[in-house]
C-alpha cells in the first residue's frame, strides 16, 4: 500500500511539474493570452518566414494549424469548439460554408491591400463583390506528363490519355469532381454539368480509361511523379509546379478541351475571436511583397498583380503557370452543385474507382 | 528433435526482423543529409537539431507525457476501483453483464470513440484542448486495467480474506494490508498499459485536440502530411527510443516488484 502511495504522489508530482513547465514555455513563447491568431490553412502552403515576420510587426502571435480537405476543416468549424481566426476553403467550400452561416463578413476598409488583386479574380460567382473570401492562390487543373517515358511523344489534351500504348502509365489524383470533370471535359461537357446522361456518358468513357490507369492517389502523387513511377499524373497546377521543380525533365500542360480553374481563399470563420487581428493578417498576406515571396515559396500562381513585379520573369512568364486566359478557350470554377447532385458526383466516382481492369 | 529446434530461431529472427526494419530503415534516413527517403547522401545530424531547436514541439511533448502520466494515473484508481467492484459483485449474470460493458469499450473501434466524445464536448460546451483530450484518454484507459487488474484478484485465494478477518482486520485494513499489495503487479501492469496506449494514441486524440493544444502523434501525422521533411524521422527516432526506455523502465520495476513481493510474502 505504501509503496503505491508514494508511485502515485510520484506520477502527479511529476505530471504537474511537466504541466507547470509546459505552460511556463507557452507563456514564454505567447502561446496563451489574447494577443495570438489561429490560421486554419493547408499543409506547406505558407511561408513561414512570412508569419515570423507578422509577428514581429505586429506583436501578435500565430498559431498555425493545417487541415488536408475542405470537407475535414468545414467539419472541424461547423462542430465550433475550437478557435480559428483565419481559413483558407477553396472555392466550392466557400458557398457551402455561406449556405451554412459558417463565415463572417469580411471589413474591406480594413483591407486597403485588395486594390492590388487582379480584378479578374475579384467578384466571381460564388462569392459576389467578394463580401466574405480574399483569393490566396489560384491555378487550373491539367496533366503532368514525363515526355522521356513517352519516347518523346507530346500530351496536349485529355483524349490524348485514352490513347492504348499508355497502359498502366496514369495516376489520378483522388477527387471526385477532378476525375469526372475530367470524362466530362473529354466529351466537351461542362465542368458544372448536371444532366444525368451526360454524367453516364462520361462515367462510361471513364471506364474505357481504366486499364491506363495505375494507382488513384492522394499527396503522394507527387512524389511518386518525381521519382518516375509513371508517365503521367492529373494534378492540380501547383502540385505540378514542385513536381517539376524536383525533377525538371516532367512537364505540364493544361489540356486544351477545358478543365478547372480553381481559386483558395482567405476567409473568417465563425469560430474567430481575434477578428481586429484576422484583418490584419489577410491584409499582411495580401500586401504585393509578401504576396510574391508567398508564391514563390509555395510555387502556386498569386493572383495578386502587382505581386508578378517582384517574381523573377522566369516564373511569371511560364504560360504553363500563369496562362493567357484568351488562348486557353474553357477554364470554368466548380460551382456549388448541391448535395444531391454532388452525392451522385461522388457516387459515379466510387463505380469508376471500383470498375475491374 | 535438434534441427526443428534450429529452424524455430531462424523463423523468430525472420518475423523480427520484418517487424523492426520499418523503424530501422525510418531512423536510418534520419541521419541522410540528402533530405529524401531514397538516396542515401551522407551523415548528418541538421534534423535531430532541427528537432531540439523546435519549441512548439517541446511543448508537445510535455504535453503528450503530462496527459500520458495524468490519465493513466486517474485511470489506474478508477480502474483498479472498478475491478474490486467485479469482484465483490455477488450474482454470477452481473458480473458477467459488467464484464462485458467493460470489454466493449476495449474492442470498440477508436474512431467510433474518438467521435463520439467530439459530439458529446461540443454538446456540453467543454472546450477542445488540454481537458478533452486528458478525459478522454482516461475513458479509453479505465477498461484496460480493470482487465489487466482482475485476473490478480481472482487468483487471490479467498481463504487469505478470511484469514485477516479471522485475525481482527476491519474492511479498511483487508483492502490495504491484503487486497492492494497482492495485487500490486496487476496494478503496475495496467499503469503501464495505460500509459503506452495513451502515448501512442492517435485516432480519439485527433477528434478531441484542438486550440493549439495536440500530442505528439497527431502532430507528427499533420507534419507529415505536409510533405517529405527528415526532421519527422528524427523526431519519430526520438519517440521510439522513449519507447524502449519505458520498456526498460518497466521490466526492472516489475522485476523489483516480484522479488521484493517474495521476500514479503516469506516474512
Redesign the interface.
Known amino acids: 500500500?505504501k509503496?503505491?502511495t508514494i508511485?502515485?504522489a510520484a506520477?502527479?508530482g511529476?505530471?504537474l511539474l511537466?504541466?507547470y513547465?509546459?505552460l511556463a514555455?507557452?507563456r514564454t513563447?505567447g502561446?496563451v493570452g489574447k494577443n495570438?491568431l489561429?490560421v486554419y490553412n493547408w499543409?506547406?502552403y505558407i511561408d513561414p518566414a512570412l508569419i515570423k515576420k507578422f509577428e514581429k510587426q505586429t506583436g501578435i502571435k500565430v498559431?498555425y494549424?493545417?487541415f488536408?480537405s475542405n470537407e475535414a476543416m468545414m467539419a472541424?468549424i461547423a462542430?465550433?469548439?475550437?478557435?480559428f481566426d483565419v481559413a483558407v476553403p477553396s472555392e466550392y467550400a466557400i458557398s457551402k460554408m455561406k449556405e451554412d452561416g459558417l463565415l463572417i463578413p469580411l471589413d474591406h476598409s480594413k483591407l486597403p491591400n485588395l486594390k492590388y488583386i487582379n480584378p479578374r479574380f475579384l467578384n466571381l460567382s460564388f462569392d459576389p463583390g467578394n463580401r466574405y473570401s480574399v483569393p490566396y492562390f489560384w491555378g487550373t487543373v491539367g496533366i503532368v506528363y514525363n515526355p522521356g517515358m513517352l519516347g518523346g511523344k507530346k500530351i496536349t489534351s485529355w483524349n490524348d490519355l485514352w490513347d492504348p500504348d499508355l497502359r498502366n502509365q496514369i495516376l489520378l489524383v483522388d477527387g471526385a469532381r477532378e476525375v469526372i470533370g475530367m470524362g466530362l471535359n473529354s466529351l466537351h461537357y461542362s465542368l458544372n454539368d448536371t444532366n444525368k446522361e451526360h454524367l453516364k456518358e462520361a462515367k462510361e468513357k471513364l471506364d474505357r480509361l481504366v486499364p491506363n490507369v495505375k494507382a488513384i492517389v492522394g499527396?503522394e502523387i507527387?512524389?511518386l511523379l518525381a521519382?518516375e513511377e509513371a508517365a503521367i499524373g492529373v494534378v492540380w497546377s501547383g502540385d505540378a509546379a514542385e513536381i517539376i521543380a524536383e525533377n525538371d525533365k516532367l512537364d505540364y500542360v493544361v489540356p486544351k478541351e477545358g478543365s478547372n480553374l480553381w481559386f483558395d481563399n482567405m476567409v473568417i470563420p465563425k469560430t474567430a475571436k481575434n477578428i481586429e487581428g484576422a484583418h490584419k493578417f489577410i491584409n499582411f498576406m495580401l500586401d504585393p511583397k509578401n504576396a510574391a515571396q508567398n508564391a514563390e515559396y509555395v510555387g502556386y500562381s498569386t493572383p495578386n498583380k502587382k505581386a508578378l513585379d517582384y517574381m523573377p520573369k522566369e516564373i511569371t512568364e511560364d504560360k504553363r503557370f500563369y496562362p493567357d486566359f484568351d488562348s486557353i478557350g474553357n477554364l470554368e470554377v466548380y460551382k456549388n452543385l448541391g448535395k444531391r447532385m454532388l452525392a451522385y458526383y461522388n457516387e459515379l466516382f466510387l463505380q469508376f474507382k471500383m470498375h475491374r481492369k | 528433435m535438434r534441427s526443428n529446434h534450429k529452424w524455430g530461431k531462424v523463423y523468430l529472427a525472420v518475423v523480427f526482423v520484418i517487424l523492426y526494419m520499418p523503424i530501422v530503415y525510418l531512423i536510418y534516413y534520419s541521419f541522410n543529409s540528402g533530405g529524401t527517403m531514397?538516396d542515401f547522401e551522407g551523415v548528418t545530424l541538421d534534423w535531430y537539431k532541427e528537432v531540439l531547436h523546435d519549441?512548439?514541439l517541446?511543448?508537445i511533448v510535455?504535453?503528450t507525457?503530462?496527459i500520458a502520466?495524468?490519465s493513466?494515473?486517474i485511470s489506474?484508481?478508477l480502474g483498479v476501483m472498478g475491478a474490486l467492484a467485479i469482484y465483490y459483485v455477488k450474482s454470477w449474470r452481473m458480473k458477467q453483464i459488467l464484464l462485458m460493458l467493460n470489454n466493449v469499450l476495449i474492442v470498440s473501434p477508436d474512431v467510433i470513440i474518438g467521435a463520439s466524445f467530439?459530439i458529446l464536448?461540443?454538446m456540453i460546451g467543454?472546450?477542445?484542448g488540454f481537458t478533452s483530450v486528458l478525459l478522454s484518454h482516461i475513458a479509453f484507459s479505465v477498461p484496460i486495467v480493470v482487465l489487466m487488474v482482475l485476473p490478480k484478484l481472482q487468483e487471490m485465494s479467498s481463504t487469505l480474506i478470511d484469514a485477516a478477518r479471522d485475525l481482527g482486520a476491519n474492511q479498511w485494513d483487508v483492502l490495504?494490508?491484503v487486497v492492494?499489495?497482492y495485487i500490486?503487479p496487476g496494478?503496475?501492469a495496467g499503469?503501464f498499459m495505460a500509459l503506452t496506449y495513451s502515448l501512442d494514441d492517435f485516432a480519439v486524440t485527433f477528434f478531441v485536440t484542438?486550440?493549439?493544444f495536440s500530442t505528439l502523434s497527431v502532430e507528427i501525422y499533420?507534419r507529415a502530411?505536409?510533405?517529405?521533411s527528415l526532421s519527422i524521422n528524427a523526431l519519430s527516432a526520438l519517440l521510439f527510443l522513449l519507447t524502449i526506455a519505458l520498456v526498460i523502465g518497466y521490466y526492472f520495476i516489475s522485476q523489483k516488484?516480484a522479488v521484493s513481493g517474495m521476500g514479503g510474502r516469506r516474512r
Request: net charge positive.
Open positions: 500500500m509503496k503505491l508511485f502515485f506520477v502527479f511529476a505530471a511537466l504541466y513547465v509546459s514555455l507557452n513563447e502561446y495570438t489561429t499543409g506547406d498559431i494549424q493545417t488536408d472541424k462542430q465550433g469548439g475550437a478557435t499527396d507527387k512524389m521519382n | 531514397h519549441t512548439r517541446w511543448i510535455l504535453n507525457i503530462t502520466l495524468l493513466s494515473a489506474t484508481i467530439l464536448f461540443t467543454i472546450q477542445l490495504t494490508k492492494l499489495p500490486t496494478i503496475f499503469f484542438g486550440n493549439g499533420s502530411r505536409q510533405g517529405i516488484s
